[in-house]
C-alpha cells in the first residue's frame, strides 16, 4: 500500500483527488494521513467525500476514513465498470472537482460513460464549468479520447443545485506537444449574475473594458435567471489558434466589484504577456493525463506549488519522469519521460 501524507507540499484537497484516481488506474491501494491539513478546516469536506465516494463506487473500491472531517483516508481499488453514473454533492462544492477525480479512470474504461454531477460549477478555488469544458477538455480531445460535457443549470455557493452532464468515449491516452498557443482569434468577457443587483457585474465589465481594452460587444453582462443565485462569477477568455485560456473572478461578500474585476484583469495580462500554452491551472490539470499518457510536453507560466504537489504524487504510481524547465523567454516547458 501507497502511503501519502497530506501535509507535505500544497497540503491540499488535489491530493486525495490524485491519488484516488491513481489508485483505480494502477489497481495500487493508497493510505492518505493528514488530509488537508494545510486548510483553514483540515480533513475531508463534502465535496472530497463525494469525490472519493465516486471513485469507489465506479472502481467497486473499499474505503475506510470515508466521511467528512476524517483526517485520514484508506482506498483499495477494484475494477473500474463503465456505465451511467449520478453523483450529488449536497451542497455547493464542486462538480467539476468530482469530475477530476473520476474522468481519467473511465476515460480508459472498455467502454463508453455517462456522468450526471449535481452540485456547484461555478465555485471558488475550483475550476469553473467553462473552463472544463473550453480550456481542458479539448486538450484531452486531442489526446485520442472524447469527452463532451453539458451545462444544464449554474449552481453559485452557497446555494449549489448546479447540473453538469458528461459523456465519456475512452481511448488511450496518446501524447501530444503543446507548445505553440499561435495567434490570438478572439477574447470575450462576461459578467455573470443571479438574484443581486445589476449594477455589481456591470461595474465589474466596466474595468474590463477600461483596462483591457476590450469592446462592449467583446465584454457583456449576462443575466441568469433569480433562482439560480445569489451568485456572481467574470469569465475572461482569450482564444488562440491552438488552445483557450479562461480566467475567471468570483464576487464575494465585503469584496467590492472592482476589487474582483482588477485581480481577474490582472491575470489575464500576465497570460497574454507571457507566450505560454496554458495557464498555472490548466497546467495542473494536465500533469495527469499527460503522465498517463506517458509522453508528451506543454509550455506554461511558473509552476505552482500544485503542480509540484501533483508530480510527487504522481511519482508515487506512476514509473514517469515529469519536470519543468525555465525557458529563456521566461515560459517553462513540462515534458514526460
Known amino acids: 500500500m501507497i502511503i501519502i501524507d497530506g501535509s507535505e507540499g500544497e497540503g ?38 463525494t469525490a472519493v465516494e465516486a471513485a469507489r463506487v465506479i472502481g467497486n ?8 472531517g476524517s483526517s ?17 454533492v449536497g451542497t455547493a462544492g464542486s462538480t467539476g472537482l468530482v469530475l477530476q477525480t473520476v474522468l481519467m479512470p473511465l476515460l480508459l474504461a472498455d467502454a463508453p460513460s455517462r456522468l450526471v454531477l ?35 443549470r ?9 447540473r453538469i452532464e458528461v459523456d465519456i468515449s475512452p481511448a488511450p491516452l496518446r501524447p501530444i506537444n503543446c507548445l505553440e498557443r499561435g495567434s ?26 477600461r483596462d483591457l481594452g476590450w469592446s462592449e460587444r467583446e465584454a457583456c453582462v449576462r443575466e441568469l435567471p433569480e433562482d439560480q443565485g445569489p451568485g456572481n462569477i467574470l469569465l475572461l477568455e482569450v482564444q488562440f489558434e491552438h488552445g483557450t485560456e479562461i480566467v475567471s473572478g468570483f464576487g ?13 484583469v490582472g491575470r489575464m495580462s500576465g497570460f497574454l504577456e507571457s507566450n505560454a500554452f496554458v495557464g498555472p491551472y490548466l497546467a495542473d490539470q494536465l500533469l495527469l493525463p499527460f503522465a498517463l499518457a506517458g509522453g ?42
Open 61 to 68: 473500491a473499499e474505503c475506510e476514513g470515508l466521511n467528512v
Open 252 to 264: 464575494q461578500l465585503g469584496v467590492t466589484a472592482e476589487r474582483v474585476s482588477k485581480k481577474a
Open 184 to 209: 490570438l482569434i478572439g477574447v470575450s468577457g462576461q459578467a455573470l449574475f443571479a438574484g443581486l443587483p445589476f449594477e455589481i457585474a456591470e461595474r465589474e465589465i466596466n474595468i474590463v473594458r
Open 72 to 88: 485520514a483516508l484508506s482506498f483499495t481499488p477494484g475494477r473500474v465498470v463503465p456505465g451511467e453514473y449520478r453523483f450529488a
Open 118 to 152: 449535481e452540485g456547484g460549477t461555478h465555485n471558488m478555488l475550483a475550476p469553473p464549468f467553462d473552463f472544463i469544458a473550453k480550456c481542458f477538455l479539448p486538450v484531452i480531445n486531442r489526446m485520442g479520447p472524447k469527452v463532451e460535457a453539458r451545462l444544464i
Open 12 to 49: 491540499g484537497g488535489q491530493v486525495v483527488r490524485n491519488a484516488c484516481a491513481l489508485s483505480l488506474v494502477t489497481g495500487k491501494a493508497v493510505r492518505i494521513e493528514n488530509v488537508r491539513a494545510k486548510r483553514s478546516k483540515p480533513g475531508l469536506m463534502r465535496q472530497h467525500v
Open 154 to 162: 449554474h449552481g453559485f455557493y452557497p446555494r449549489g443545485g448546479g
Open 296 to 337: 508528451g510536453s506543454f509550455t506554461t507560466v511558473k509552476p505552482s506549488q500544485h503542480s509540484l504537489t501533483a508530480i510527487d504524487v504522481i511519482g508515487r504510481f506512476l514509473d514517469r519522469q515529469l519536470g519543468f524547465t525555465q525557458q529563456p523567454g521566461g515560459t517553462h516547458v513540462l515534458t514526460v519521460r
